[in-house]
């Protein structure tokens, strides 16, 4: 038997009025007593933590928003799977790779500039204009939390263990109308993930490095320095590594988008359709880069903070180690067969995750993928290890399992913004 929520928001009324908030209620379900046993009143943000771990928002009954951005990864997938499983019954699979959550904070609305370029938004096609905003996919897309409608979520949020705090922190009717309450959930994420310290700790080796309070071996300095060289790695070029003029911390993505043409990734069932292409920017349902040809192929630059957590990159997923991801940058023109599958003619078949006509978005000109088959990589083999150590330096500390590194506590850092 489960008491119905009306009964827990009247006791937890009384119990306020009574100015007792500290007595635990009676009569809470089992589920209820196990994700807060208080009614005392939290925080936005608290109150967005319990809907991301909460597994009865989801049709299956068994996903929730950490289910796939686990904190213990980043807050991105904790599995190699290409396309994570989603659905009522967890049988549907997604079509990319789940993007870390940190830092997202930081991130700046879409907008194109005087010069025609694209920056900022969520998802790696900019889609979403905010945090709350972005939420609605998840719940409602038939492979991930697969809710028939809106209706259905706030059903559930109704039952859910917290649904009295929600009251107490959005007002007592809040969940009377469902596109408002629908807001409310979604701000209550937001609040979440740009509140809690967890999106943003600033605790990495690299952090540390730059208040002056950790040494960098020789290796991740000849890596850093890879990393910054115009003529190497021209990484910070997009994934910026200086701090802000206002001395913030750097993020290690400039916002903005490019196509590397990555190669087809056939784990992902959803390319088992030869006719499926994802396209990016362009398909992203902004009238802009819709309009733009040449934004097609394009996906948004992400963080590199936690990126030697992960265990598959670039939007589909396609490459399997972070050795491999730096390689490709050097190694796409200059040895092509090594990233993709050969043609019907046994010609490589360069850039085959999109189609023909959009070949020429692909970045050619920009170091390190500027050179042409004969010519060297901009990397050899132990200069892309160098920088692979480097990109190991900027693992948050609670992510930091290797225990002979010295690592930074979170308290020693606060570069915060
Ligand atoms: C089944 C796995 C799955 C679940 C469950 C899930 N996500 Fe995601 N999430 C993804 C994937 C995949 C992407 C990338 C989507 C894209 O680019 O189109 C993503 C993207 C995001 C982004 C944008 C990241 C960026 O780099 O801009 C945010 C924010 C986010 N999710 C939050 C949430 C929240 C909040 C929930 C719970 C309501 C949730 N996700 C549930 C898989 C998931
Ligand atoms: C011209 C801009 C640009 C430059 C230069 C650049 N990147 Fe990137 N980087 C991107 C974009 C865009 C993506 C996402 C592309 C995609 O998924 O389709 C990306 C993704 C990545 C990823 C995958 C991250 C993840 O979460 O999956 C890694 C690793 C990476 N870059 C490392 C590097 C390194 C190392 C260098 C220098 C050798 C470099 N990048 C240079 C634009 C750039």
Redesign the pocket.
Known sequence: MKSSPRLLILIAILLSLAGCRKAEPPAMTAASASVNQSTAALSKAELGRLI?HDVSLSASGR???A???DPGHAHAQPNAIAG?P?GAAMDQR?T????S?RY?TF?PAFGIDDEGTPSGG????G??DT?AA??ER??LAAN??ANGSRAAVVDKLRRAAYAAQFRQVYGERSLDDVDTAFLHLGDA?ERF?RDAPEFHPFTSKYDAWQAGKAELSAVEQRGLKLFNDEKKGNCAACHPSAKADDGRPPLFTDHTYDALGLARNRLLPVNADPAHVDLGLCKSGRPGPAADDAQCGKF?V?TLRNVATRAVFF?NGQIASLRDAVAFYVRRDTHPAEWYPKDGRGKVAKYDDLPARHHKNVNVDEVPYDRKPGQAPRLNAAEIDDLVAFLHTLTDADLVTRAAAPMPTGASVKPGP
């Open positions: 991301f996903q929730s928003c289910s796939c951005h994570q989603g997604g990319r790779a789940v993007p959550l997202l991130t969520f998802n790696w096609d889609s979403a945090l972005q939420a998840p719940l991930e939390m994420l993930q948004k992400p939007h």
